[in-house]
T-cell receptor, first 112, second 113 residues
Framework: AQTVTQSQPEMSVQEAETVTLSCTYDTSESNYYLFWYKQPPSRQMILVIRQEAYKQQNATENRFSVNFQKAAKSFSLKISDSQLGDTAMYFCAFWANSKLTFGKGITLSVRP | KAGVTQTPRYLIKTRGQQVTLSCSPISGHRSVSWYQQTPGQGLQFLFEYFSETQRNKGNFPGRFSGRQFSNSRSEMNVSTLELGDSALYLC????????????FGPGTRLTVL
């Protein structure tokens, strides 16, 4: 069974600054994918970024990038130039065998 | 392309009743997964359907069941509701059962009194 750990329950960042959200996972699977999802107060789960485990290159989507350390089983999300609209709960998720396993999430607040 | 839709958005039921939630996937997507989100347990996988067949199941009691229709729409049923079933139920669709990227609907908020 796989586990996903997000040890920080909440973080706060000043608008326009950079913040990094941490995630570690544990698995014996060799074929898997990693995701960060964002859940704003509307509760709609929004895909932020994904990383294929077989790719060494870190994924990037505009202001969002990941630091994927496969050997350490670490998958952190960096948000650059934070915006007020980034305020949300962020979930790290692991996909294998057709199902997603989520971490507990971290609440990110962006201060004006 | 329209996103994943879920109906109803809100439901209030009493203990012992049963409830059916509906999910329509993104057009062309054939896999539908269901998740339960609660403050205490977080997000937990319920089950996945592909081509009208349940392909994967989480660790939930038999009171939780589902089905998928030929048009890929899916329904989830919870019988003999308990207070602990109060949760946000999220549906996600993906192109195929081995397709890793899932897109979520807005959820159905179920309150059991």
């Amino acid at each position: 069974a796989q586990t996903v750990t997000q040890s920080q329950p909440e973080m706060s960042v000043q608008e326009a600054e950079t913040v990094t959200l941490s995630c570690t996972y544990d698995t014996s699977e060799s074929n898997y994918y990693l995701f960060w999802y964002k859940q704003p107060p509307s509760r709609q789960m929004i895909l932020v970024i994904r990383q294929e485990a077989y790719k060494q290159q870190n994924a990037t989507e505009n202001r969002f990038s990941v630091n994927f350390q496969k050997a350490a089983k670490s998958f952190s999300l960096k948000i650059s130039d934070s915006q007020l609209g980034d305020t949300a709960m962020y979930f790290c998720a692991f996909w294998a065998n057709s199902k997603l396993t989520f971490g507990k999430g971290i609440t990110l607040s962006v201060r004006p | 392309k329209a996103g994943v839709t879920q109906t109803p958005r809100y439901l209030i039921k009493t203990r012992g009743q049963q409830v059916t939630l509906s999910c329509s996937p993104i057009s062309g997507h054939r896999s539908v997964s269901w998740y339960q989100q609660t403050p205490g347990q977080g997000l937990q996988f319920l089950f996945e359907y592909f081509s009208e067949t349940q392909r994967n199941k989480g660790n939930f009691p038999g009171r939780f069941s589902g089905r998928q229709f030929s048009n890929s729409r899916s329904e989830m049923n919870v019988s003999t509701l308990e207070l602990g079933d109060s949760a946000l139920y999220l549906c996600a669709s993906s192109f195929g059962t081995s397709t890793h990227t899932q897109y979520f609907g807005p959820g159905t908020r179920l309150t059991v009194l």
